[in-house]
């Protein structure tokens, strides 16, 4: 096999293993923390906006 080829190979494997991480993660629930703080902002802004 020559470097090309095993260099082709070897992108092929990370590309296929970053979308295996990618979906596993796209699959997780928001951690409860980051939901109230994300609800903490939105009341923040609307309190600014008046």
């Known amino acids: 096999m ?3 080829q095993e260099t082709s ?3 092929k494997h990370i590309d296929e293993n970053l979308r295996r991480v990618y979906r596993d993660v796209e699959q997780d629930e928001v951690p409860d923390r980051f939901k109230l703080l994300l609800d903490r902002l939105r009341e923040q802004e609307k309190s600014n906006d008046k």
Do not use: A, C, L, Y
């Open 2 to 4: 020559d470097r090309d």
């Open 9 to 11: 190979r070897v992108m």
